[in-house]
């Protein structure tokens, strides 16, 4: 039997802005993703752990557009969402960051996130001009990049960057993009101890503000345990627990089989 929570969670006092009805998805005879039913409300992080292949990437795609659902429902506050492509998700408030970097490689990093920026606010067709001529985005662009270490690269383009800096920008375009859920896909994979921190900051940072969703799949247990108000795990495919994290990470169910950790009665 999964481990399941019966009640809302402890920050879930408003009504969900994300919900996934029966989502699935097969390929061929496999099925991926089976009827993952789950509510996300604003001013929680939910965590999404499990094995490697369990689902949580193509969950995320699902939700995100990048698949096309077999059955079930992908809603924003009450908006079935499951026929729209990606583009059409990404303007309607849903905010997604990949594992691989997704960004203009021949464009500078400033550049990057002024696009970001107007796109945000459909300013203009002529970008160039815009960009030249609206001090308020330039600003905000130096903002933001201070805001991932990255001003002193604003004129690097991005595809000379190291993988460490192409993920921090890439935080910088979900930012800049203020989307109302923001989905963030192992944020810190790639890079090093002295960079991850940066990047815990700042979803740090979101979640005290209290007023968006957040969805982070995540393999280091350590962060999970900081950062998530709650946690669901995925098996093949399918939701096996979802509660506190307390909760989840001491089922022993969860600790063998689907987090790879001992026991806590056997740690030492």
Not at 191 to 202: A, F, G, N
Not at 227 to 243: E, F, Q
Request: aromatic share 4%; net charge negative.
């Amino acid at each position: 039997m999964p481990l399941q929570q019966s009640d809302a969670p402890p920050h879930a006092t408003r009504a969900a802005s994300l919900e996934t009805r029966d989502l699935t998805i097969r390929f061929g005879g496999h099925v991926a993703v089976n009827a993952v039913s789950c509510a996300f409300h604003p001013g929680t992080l939910t965590a999404i752990v499990g094995p490697n292949g369990a689902g949580k990437t193509t969950y995320f795609n699902l939700i995100s557009g990048q698949l096309k659902v077999s059955e079930g429902q992908v809603l924003l506050n009450g908006r079935d969402l499951s026929a729209l492509p990606a583009s059409a998700r990404t303007h309607a408030g849903l905010g997604r960051a990949f594992q691989l970097t997704s960004l203009f490689p021949n464009l500078t990093v400033m550049e990057n996130v002024r696009l970001a920026l107007q796109s945000r606010q459909r300013v203009g067709l002529d970008m160039w001009n815009v960009w030249s001529h609206h001090r308020a985005l330039i600003e905000r662009s130096v903002e933001l990049l201070e805001s991932v270490a990255l001003a002193g690269k604003s004129n690097v383009q991005a595809a000379a960057l190291p993988h460490g800096d192409q993920r921090k920008l890439e935080v910088a375009l979900l930012m800049a993009l203020d989307p109302e859920v923001y989905m963030f896909d192992e944020p810190t994979a790639g890079m090093s101890v002295d960079e991850v921190p940066v990047i815990l900051d700042l979803i740090r940072a979101l979640k005290q503000r209290r007023d968006k969703t957040i969805l982070l799949v995540e393999h280091k247990m350590d962060v999970v345990r900081e950062l998530a108000d709650r946690i669901i795990v995925l098996h093949n495919g399918t939701l096996m627990a979802d509660g506190e994290p307390e909760t989840v990470i001491a089922s022993p169910v969860v600790q063998q089989a689907y987090l790879g950790l001992a026991p806590l009665e056997d740690a030492a």
